[in-house]
């Protein structure tokens, strides 16, 4: 069985400033990938970036970077130069290789103060 | 269309009621999911398609739920004798095959709630 735990059910942030959100997982698979997703009061889930847990190299994107530990089963998301827009709900998900069926953390919700 | 699409967005209906939701994936993509999502929590997975068939329907709650994929795009997720503990956000989502085909796509979720 697969499992995700987002120890932090909300996070704050000041305008420009940099959030780190925490997400450690636990999965039998070798072959697996990591997300975070980000869910507005739209309900529009959308994918913020992605890890393939063969790659020690950590992935980024623009403003967004993660800290992927594997040998921790850590795989926290840094915003940086936050902005108001970044408000959300962000999910932290895993994916085996097999269906690529997900498994999402709680989630933590980020307010953004201006 | 250019992204996943989700009829209706919100559903009311009543207690022991039949209910069915529709989700159009994106265009070539040939597997289908949905996920149900309760207040405050993450997404659960319910069912997974490939092509026309049911890949995997392991996180289907009971036999009161069931989903059909005919021509292998439109799919349609069906409750009988719904009861309040099915209120949630039903989100669907599509992926490829192939290429970059372990990212998901949503659409904007349905929203029921049995009065």
């Known amino acids: 069985a697969q499992t995700v735990t987002q120890s932090q059910p909300e996070m704050s942030v000041q305008e420009a400033e940099t959030v780190t959100l925490s997400c450690t997982y636990d999965?039998?698979?070798?072959?697996?990938?990591l997300f975070w997703y980000k869910q507005p009061p739209s309900r529009q889930m959308i994918l913020v970036i992605r890890q393939e847990a063969y790659k020690q190299q950590n992935a980024t994107e623009n403003r967004f970077s993660v800290n992927f530990q594997k040998a921790a089963k850590s795989f926290s998301l840094k915003i940086s130069d936050s902005q108001l827009g970044d408000a959300a709900m962000y999910f932290c998900v895993l994916s085996g290789a097999g269906s690529y069926q997900l498994t999402f953390g709680k989630g933590t919700k980020l307010s953004v103060i201006p | 269309g250019a992204g996943v699409s989700q009829t209706p967005s919100n559903k009311v209906t009543e207690k022991g009621k039949y209910v069915e939701l529709r989700c159009d994936p994106i265009?070539?993509?040939?597997?289908l999911y949905w996920y149900r999502q309760s207040l405050g929590q993450g997404p659960e997975f319910l069912i997974y398609?490939?092509?026309?068939?049911?890949?995997?329907d392991s996180g289907l709650p009971n036999d009161r739920f069931f989903a059909v994929r005919p021509e292998g795009s439109v799919s349609t997720l069906k409750i009988q004798r719904t009861e309040r503990g099915d209120s949630a956000v039903y989100l669907c989502?599509?992926?490829?095959?192939?290429?970059?085909?372990?990212?998901?796509?949503f659409g904007p979720g349905t929203r029921l709630l049995v009065l």
């Open positions: 398609f490939q092509g026309t068939g049911a890949a995997d």
């Open positions: 265009s070539g993509h040939t597997a």
């Open positions: 989502a599509s992926r490829l095959t192939g290429r970059a085909r372990e990212t998901q796509y």
């Open positions: 999965t039998s698979e070798s072959d697996y990938y």
